[in-house]
């Protein structure tokens, strides 16, 4: 079809990739929501870019979501991305000069459905932390990350950040509490259970000296590979992974999982929301709240299984 929307397409797709610098998959991901674009208004009769409507454009998006002929509907993640491309190239288009006004400024992408934290049983993460052979260094310095992770709900950068003398003062002082640095080197300062304190002082007294020894240049790091050097987080992510599969807990295991663990298990005790969201460094009260739905949730499955008449 040759038309002023099938030259604009072609002009915003070269944009991208000589102006923006976006990368090959990007464009190609672009150009094929922008061909089925095309083709959609095609079939409706539609070939100058003034006459697009936010109307044909709502239509376009629900047309992708329900499916057209033999083509099934796509989830709402791939609606969503294909809507942007249309936005996307209407501002193009206007700010180009070849369209006097943006239909699609309006049109809002689908909502996607909120994913919610997935949380690991009290026997699930039980098994987790049985895991480490504390009688070896590795294990010893496993069994101080899961701890650590489930022990205060802290992400994995914080805890790898850790050094020893950060350490120090909750190990000696149980009332101390542990300072970390989330997002924006904010600082907060979250307790320490008897579990964490006992398995990282176990690291540090008789894991760490070992894997320090055969660094070549020693540093202040808490958690150390088997070079001595810095834990890094692919290498956390890998023990979380492995961790999961020897323990046959039948889903993935990440550092994120025992924070999404952690968070849940305080709501399920009783905790109150606003405390769970300091203790996990959230800005807004918001984010926690993903995780009282998730106790909701499981509230409602207790409720189906066990009341008589529930159902």
């Not at 329900?66 to 190239?89: F, H, I, K, N, Q």
């Not at 070849?98 to 400024?105: E, F, H, I, L, S």
């Not at 399920?268 to 009260?285: C, F, P, T």
């Amino acid at each position: 079809m040759s038309s002023t929307l099938t030259r604009v397409v072609a002009a915003y797709l070269d944009h991208l990739e000589a102006e923006v610098g976006a990368s090959r998959h990007t464009v190609a991901g672009y150009r094929r929501d922008l061909d089925r674009y095309l083709g959609w208004l095609e079939r409706r009769g539609i070939t100058a870019i003034d006459a697009v409507t936010a109307d044909d454009i709502a239509g376009f998006a629900q047309s992708l979501a329900a499916g057209e002929g033999e083509r099934p509907g796509l989830a709402a993640s791939s609606v969503a991305r294909a809507v942007a491309a249309v936005r996307s190239l209407h501002r193009f288009a206007v700010r180009d000069g070849v369209a006097v006004g943006d239909p699609a400024a309006d049109v809002a992408p689908p909502r996607q459905a909120r994913r919610l934290p997935k949380a690991l049983a009290l026997d699930q993460v039980q098994a987790l932390l049985d895991l480490p052979d504390r009688d070896t260094p590795i294990g010893l310095r496993d069994a101080a990350l899961l701890e650590l992770l489930y022990g205060t709900g802290a992400r994995v950068s914080e805890v790898l950040a850790l050094d020893v003398d950060d350490v120090t003062g909750a190990l000696e002082d149980p009332d101390a509490g542990l300072r970390l640095f989330g997002k924006g080197r904010k600082e907060r300062v979250v307790p320490l259970g008897s579990y964490a304190r006992d398995a990282v002082g176990a690291w540090l007294v008789r894991g760490r000296p070992g894997l320090i020894a055969g660094a070549a240049r020693p540093g202040p790091a808490l958690l150390l590979n088997a070079r001595g050097g810095r834990l890094s987080r692919q290498s956390a992510y890998n023990v979380l992974a492995a961790a999961g599969e020897a323990a046959e807990l039948g889903v993935p295991v990440s550092p994120h999982t025992l924070r999404h663990s952690f968070a849940t298990h305080l709501l399920d005790g009783g905790a109150d929301v606003r405390v769970v969201q300091e203790l996990l460094g959230h800005a807004s009260v918001t984010t926690t709240q993903l995780y009282t739905l998730v106790t909701a949730e499981h509230l409602r499955e207790v409720f189906l299984t066990a009341h008589p008449r529930a159902r």
